[in-house]
RNA sequence: GCCCUCGUAGCUCAGCAGGAUAGAGCGUCGGUUUCCUAAACCGAAGGUCGUGGGUUCGAAUCCCGCCGAGGGUACCA
């Protein structure tokens, strides 16, 4: 039941006497920017007359003529230049609504075709704790699974974790040379994300060390540069003023570079215990990644160590997700394929895509400059051979239909290129999507850090939502009073917490998803927890409200469903209401078009206001007949069940209390 | 150098298979409580949609130039 759609069949129907594809010119029928102007528009007189050659308003009023919406609309009016406007028939209206409200999937239809999807996303390394880069993706793409498979999909979700990559080197050398026994014991995984940060830190030491005095010589004459540059180049001079100006900000840029090493030096130069351990490491950078090789390589040692690292961090992950209320069909890592790797590269290579160029083995794809390297000059292959191997294993074992990747902006090349491979490779029949986000950044516009310059534990990040949300949940709480003026909080301290939960880990993520993906946006905590205005506490408020009505009208929503009979809507608001229930297949069908939740939370924003008017003008229980009672009472719960699935197709959960 | 994003109200952002007077939240100002949760509702002020051109009956939306911000760019993922 997707009325859009219904109307759309039939203009198609009309227009067919008009134009050879009808379906393009029907597809221009939308929600009337202004409800003056009724409920729908159609906006498709004005180019088809053109075509035509036509006068709009001639050719609309032909194609009102010929349409047929008799059961669907009051009498279709022409507009402006030749905009006709469809206001629906309130009898058509309840019943849509009635449908809607004994259906268990809300009038959402099921595909017609379902297509296998796989989601990949999230996908961290597991040797480092995750941290807020890693919030979008998780939340992006948990979002995308549920509605795609509530629309009747066949999803498969895949953490593609890295499991196998340069940090295990780093751990396993910290585990062998600086490993704290009795922490390990105790604890695993912190005291494997300490080895792994202090094995990092230690060579960016050395690197740093290695590599200062150079960028202080390149700074020197970069500065030398720029002053003489500045002496000669003439001030009308756009393009020398250009290159003044990129001079400057990569002086800038070399400065912050420099300041960053020399962080680096100075904390372990600090610390007396630090640096000795970097003195007694020198080429610990090397000695980490022959490590790895050796991983790779199948050393007995090392993988044994990696087979009783692994469990534990997968184990760590899942305490992250369990949280989040994410769960994965799979959680194949680059590990999975690691033994497909020599064979995608010889297939490559047999087919003439993969070609030796500066030692290393790339396929090249017309247009691009840079080459897709599947091997490098020392052998190994790199995470572009292992995504073409799990393309061919999705394809072959998975039969995918699609495969998206919910991944960083910033990685659009290198998807580009994979997607090209993958298509002359032979998967051109796969519908391959780079569901591509901006970045989280903190209030100074630069990546999200904390103070010191850390990045954002994902953790310590949910912790703090949820203890920010305790707060304001005790003071909403509190603040409850009777009609005489005592206090009289109603949840007791173990439902707050669980409302703080629900509250605060909801707000992390509809502050996330109701921005539009593609935008960097600005972390901001006292906005994605404010008790006003466009955030899931909103939504999760009136969904309590609509609970705490249902408890004070003493009737359940399962009695309410039960009522047959079409909701009237009498009010204006009622009828405000009731026309946006109608368009929430409207909604997951944008939201799920092109992977942009944030249609949905568009939706619920407004669905949700909507109904705080309706309360404010409709009185549900208090001086009304029964009949009138009954009704708003089936239109609460309607409201209530359409609001709660939004928001679980968004990850967030509800309270009936709050 | 080349490539990719982005520039909309004081702030944070929607809108961008072209459509009627450009929307929302926050903030500001004003109003609403004998009434089901005021975590609410109603109203007002606030915009040369970076800029200059072009296409069109019609452009925030499409095309080109310019200005400004960010990102990527051969062996890290």
Redesign the pocket.
């Known amino acids: 039941m997707n009325i859009l759609h219904q109307l759309q069949q039939r203009f198609a129907l009309a227009l067919a006497d008009f134009t050879e594809d009808p379906t393009?010119f029907a597809?221009?029928i939308?929600p009337?920017?202004?409800t003056?102007?009724?409920d729908f528009?159609a906006?498709?007189?004005?180019?088809l007359?053109?075509r035509n050659g036509v006068n709009?308003r001639e050719l609309a009023a032909r194609l009102v003529d010929k349409l047929d919406v008799s059961d669907l609309c009051e009498p279709p009016e022409i507009?402006?230049?030749?905009?006709?406007?469809l206001k629906l028939q309130d009898e058509f209206l309840q019943q849509q609504l009635q449908h809607m409200a004994a259906d268990q999937r809300l009038g959402v239809e099921p595909a017609g075709e379902p297509r296998n999807i796989i989601v990949d996303f999230s996908?961290p390394?597991v040797a480092k704790p995750m941290h807020v880069g890693h919030l979008r993706s998780t939340v992006i793409g948990d979002s995308i699974c549920r509605l795609l498979r509530f629309l009747g999909h066949n999803v498969t979700s895949d953490n593609h974790i890295?499991d196998?990559?340069?940090q295990f080197g780093m751990i396993i050398y910290g585990y062998k040379n600086f490993l704290n026994t009795d922490a390990y014991a105790t604890d695993p995984v912190p005291e494997l994300a300490r080895l792994y940060r202090l094995v990092n830190q230690l060579s960016d030491y050395h690197a740093a060390k290695e590599s200062l005095p150079a960028q202080r010589e390149r700074l020197a004459t970069r500065q030398a540069e720029l002053q003489s540059q500045e002496a000669t180049a003439p001030a009308g001079d756009?393009?020398a003023?250009?290159?003044l100006?990129?001079l400057r900000?990569e002086l800038e840029?070399l400065k912050e570079e420099i300041a960053s090493q020399e962080k680096k030096v100075a904390t372990i130069d600090a610390d007396a215990e630090l640096q000795q351990l970097a003195n007694a490491h020198p080429n610990i950078a090397r000695l980490a990644r022959d490590e790895t090789a050796k991983l790779h390589g199948g050393d007995q040692e090392n993988r044994t160590l990696w087979n009783q690292f692994l469990p534990q961090c997968l184990q760590a992950l899942q305490r992250v997700y369990d949280r989040l209320g994410i769960q994965f069909d799979l959680a194949l890592g680059?590990s999975y394929y690691d033994d497909m790797l020599g064979e995608v590269v010889g297939d490559l290579q047999n087919k003439g895509m993969a070609k030796e160029?500066?030692?290393?083995q790339?396929v090249?794809i017309e247009g691009n400059?840079?080459?897709f390297?599947v091997?490098?000059?020392?052998g190994?292959?790199?995470?572009?051979t292992?995504d073409l191997a799990t393309i061919r294993y999705r394809a072959e074992k998975l039969n995918a239909d699609e495969i998206l990747y919910v991944v960083?902006?910033?990685?659009?090349?290198?998807f580009k290129l994979l997607f090209a491979t993958a298509e002359q490779w032979g998967y051109s029949r796969i519908k391959f999507a780079h569901v591509s986000f901006?970045?989280v950044?903190g209030q100074d516009?630069?990546?999200y850090k904390t103070r010191s310059g850390d990045t954002v534990g994902l953790e310590s990040l949910l912790d703090e939502a949820v203890s920010r949300?305790a707060d304001?949940?005790a003071a909403?709480?509190d603040?409850?009073i009777d009609?005489a003026g005592n206090p009289t909080p109603e949840l007791d301290a173990e439902t707050r917490q669980r409302?703080a939960e629900i509250?605060g880990l909801g707000g992390i993520k509809y502050a996330d998803l109701?921005?539009?993906?593609?935008?960097?946006?600005?972390f901001?905590w006292?906005?994605m927890l404010?008790?006003?205005?466009?955030?899931a506490?909103?939504m999760?408020?009136?969904y309590?409200?609509v609970?705490?009505?249902l408890?004070?009208?003493d009737v359940t929503a399962e009695e309410l469903q039960a009522i047959d009979g079409p909701i009237r809507t009498t009010e204006p608001a009622e009828r405000a209401l009731a026309l946006r229930l109608c368009r929430f297949s409207e909604a997951l069908e944008a939201a799920a078009?092109d992977y942009?939740p944030?249609?949905l939370t568009?939706y619920l924003?407004d669905l949700?206001?909507d109904l705080?008017?309706?309360?404010?003008?409709?009185?549900?229980?208090?001086?009304?007949d029964a009949a009138t009672r009954e009704n708003?009472l089936r239109l609460v719960e309607l409201s209530g069940r359409v609001i709660a699935q939004g928001l679980d197709l968004l990850g967030i959960a509800v309270?009936?209390?709050?």
Not at 79 to 85: R, S, T
């Open positions: 393009e597809a221009m939308r009337a920017a202004d003056r102007f009724g528009q906006n498709c007189c004005m180019p007359g053109k709009p507009a402006g230049p030749g905009f006709i406007n996908s390394n890295g196998w990559g340069t756009k393009s003023q250009k290159a100006k990129k900000s840029g680059e160029s500066g030692g290393a790339c090249f400059e840079a080459p390297i091997q490098k000059t020392d190994a292959y790199t995470y572009a292992t960083d902006a910033r990685q659009g090349e290198h901006g970045t950044m516009r630069r990546p949300a304001i949940v909403n709480d603040s409850k009609d409302i509250v109701h921005h539009n993906r593609e935008s960097d946006y600005v901001d006292d906005k404010a008790t006003t205005g466009d955030t506490t909103y999760q408020y009136a309590a409200r609970c705490g009505i408890r004070k009208g078009n942009r944030n249609q568009q924003y949700a206001g705080t008017t309706f309360y404010a003008n409709c009185p549900v229980l208090k001086g009304t708003r309270s009936d209390r709050m």
